[in-house]
């Protein structure tokens, strides 16, 4: 690979690979207050801890091919922030970073900067599966790695601190599909409130039910889904906002659909009503359809935790509405 393919490029950003002559930017980047407080626990590095760092990044990109990347919007000289795969608390493969001056932020690079890291990785390097580290108290953080469609996956105290753990398979998403939906409804939309890449999913466990539920959204037969508060909790995820602005995918990850949330409410499974599941849209639309088919889901979910289906579980009704499809659907 030579030196060129290092380089990495998005609509907005060129990443390029931290050289052995720039351990005074290194630096001042990680003693910036903004990034140091989560980066090194508010603590100052040093020259020689940075040049220490350089080297090794050096190393990695000579020997991996993979490292730590300056960030630097296209056109401009200032570099911004880094992004890039390290080694922390003795995991066996590098995880994701991602840090952004603070009059930098708001703007979605770091999300951008971070889902090139990440198509990389998956695309180049063949990574099977990627893990991206943050404190228990960066919400921001937190938010970045679920844009990118990582899931939580664990928490567990590291350095006397409570870090969570968010991860993402090598399949789950195009991301070049994804940003390219995003552009177009911008374009179309360019009043729209929320200007970083919404994060993105697709419905089920299985390839058969999520392609034919994109398919539904696709045609607007479907306009809700039915998710148990069990699981927000035990992934630590947020529960949606009314409007709020989501990337419909098929099981292979290609965009499909832009939904927006339109109402939230909280059901217990067996008050499910017969409207919600016509406006669910799956199968005969029936409640008796709905209940047999969420019934197997609910309890395969749940059966990995040792935790069994309650009839009585609550579950959060999402309304939504669709705003937008791939052109190539029409």
Not at 2 to 17: A, F, H, M
Request: proline share 4%.
């Amino acid at each position: 690979m030579e030196k060129n393919d290092l380089i990495l490029e998005s609509d907005r950003l060129v990443l390029t690979p931290f050289s052995s002559t720039e351990t005074a930017l290194f630096k001042e980047l990680n003693n910036d207050p903004f990034i140091r407080k989560f980066m090194w626990d508010d603590e100052i590095i040093d020259h020689q801890e940075a040049y220490s760092i350089i080297l090794k990044n050096d190393q990695h990109f000579a020997d991996d091919k993979y490292g730590i990347w300056k960030i630097q919007v296209k056109g401009q000289q200032e570099v911004i922030g880094y992004a890039g795969l390290w080694y922390f608390f003795d995991e066996s493969q590098p995880q994701l970073i991602y840090a952004i001056l603070e009059k930098h932020t708001k703007k979605g690079y770091a999300t951008e900067a971070s889902r090139t890291v990440i198509e990389y990785t998956f695309n180049k390097l063949r990574f099977e599966y990627l893990v991206a580290a943050t404190d228990e108290p960066h919400k921001e953080s937190q938010k970045v790695a679920r844009r990118l469609g990582m899931s939580f996956s664990e928490k567990r105290m590291e350095n006397d601190k409570p870090t969570l753990f968010f991860r993402i398979e090598n399949r789950r998403t195009n991301y070049a599909s994804v940003e390219k939906i995003w552009n177009e409804y911008i374009s179309e939309f360019p009043d729209t409130n929320k200007k970083s890449i919404p994060a993105s999913f697709y419905f089920c466990d299985n390839e058969k039910d999520a392609n034919e539920c994109a398919e539904l959204v696709i045609k607007g037969i479907k306009q809700a889904t039915a998710t148990s508060l069990w699981w927000y909790e035990t992934n630590n995820e947020p529960i949606p906002e009314v409007g709020e602005k989501f990337i419909v995918t098929d099981w292979d990850g290609n965009a499909k659909a832009i939904v927006e949330v339109t109402r939230i409410e909280s059901t217990p499974y067996n008050k499910i009503s017969p409207e919600f599941a016509r406006t669910e849209g799956e199968g005969d639309k029936s409640i008796e359809y709905w209940r047999r088919v969420h019934k197997a889901y609910y309890t395969r979910e749940m059966e990995p935790y040792d935790q069994e289906f309650d009839e009585s579980m609550t579950i959060m009704c999402e309304y939504f509405k669709t705003i937008y499809t791939n052109k190539e659907e029409l």
